[in-house]
């Protein structure tokens, strides 16, 4: 099997590289220049439309989270899954909008100079409401989070908020906590492998 996979790659290799070296030559100057014009046009507003995108959507995943709250009757356990989902949906649109919007702060950065002094606003607006979102909204999940698990500890605001919430989850939370980590791990040495090779 080895001998006619390496054969394969090789010529998939050569394919690609040749069909690499054509776009380069005819095609590579025009891509990154309209590229780098778009996202010197958007770069300044996009954080601002990003944050307002960010802000509707948890709002809705909470709004929804917020009214099964308030009808559990603290027994079904089915319906403790359903609202936990509910709270990681929302925390996983706050990652994926703060993901997003640091990449177009970091992008907006170089052409910070020959700006508006109106987009220059946005853009520093923009990054400003980001980091405020962040802490508020993870705030706010985990206050609907203690609601249903009244033993839990901790706050956003404190250094020491890891180390709280984690003492106070019991023996099942901390090895899910932990086969979490080893999966991330495993997950993330895997994307570095591929990051590292796509960038060579």
Do not use: H
């Amino acid at each position: 099997i080895f001998i006619p996979c390496l054969i394969a790659s090789f010529v998939l290799g050569f394919l690609l590289s040749g069909l690499g070296n054509y776009m380069e030559d005819n095609f590579a100057d025009v891509i990154a220049k309209s590229v780098v014009d778009v996202l010197t046009v958007v770069t300044p507003y996009a954080n601002l439309i990003m944050n307002t995108l960010t802000i509707i959507v948890c709002v809705l995943i909470l709004t929804q989270a917020k009214k099964r709250i308030k009808a559990w009757d603290g027994e079904d356990e089915d319906e403790y899954r359903k609202i936990d989902g509910i709270l990681g949906n929302a925390l996983t649109a706050l990652n994926i909008g703060t993901i997003v919007e640091y990449f177009f702060f970091t992008v907006g950065f170089e052409g910070i100079v020959g700006r508006s002094g109106f987009a220059d606003a946005c853009y520093f607006l923009g990054f400003i409401l980001t980091l405020v979102i962040v802490m508020v909204g993870q705030q706010i999940i985990i206050t609907m989070t203690k609601e249903v698990n009244p033993e839990k500890k901790g706050s956003i605001y404190d250094t020491k908020f890891v180390d709280k919430w984690e003492d106070s989850c019991d023996e099942a939370e901390k090895i899910l906590i932990y086969k979490s980590a080893y999966k991330t791990y495993t997950k993330m040495s895997g994307f570095y492998v591929s990051l590292w090779v796509f960038c060579i």
